[in-house]
């Protein structure tokens, strides 16, 4: 059993707006999106920061969005984009619930490898 002891977790949220279809849900790729149009004020920056091509990430956040039924992000066109308020809620939703789960589930986890 000892062999366990190094093993480790990582928790994968998604939201699902109310369609409920895989297309066009909230999960980790449009949080690091959405991450940084926050912190750098565009998605073309955001997208390049983790290497990720403009037209995927439009694409990405475009899917959630229509998943959401509802707008994420403002685009201001050659001036950036920032977080709609209902853009920036979701995502402090989103990043509360995904660290609580793996506080929780991590704490948990090791119990029950100890076990």
Partial sequence: MKRMNNLNMQIRLTLYGPKGFPEGTFGKGVAVLLRGVDSLGSL????????????????????????????????????????????????????????????????RFAKLLDA
């Fill in 44 to 107: 073309n920056a955001s997208a390049k920061s983790i290497h990720m091509a403009y037209s995927k990430a439009w694409r990405i956040v475009k899917e959630a969005e229509q998943g959401m039924n509802f707008q994420l992000i403002d685009r201001m066109g050659a001036r950036g984009s920032t977080l709609t308020p209902e853009g920036r809620k979701l995502l402090e939703i989103y990043e509360r619930l995904e660290k609580e789960a793996e506080n929780e589930l991590g704490q």
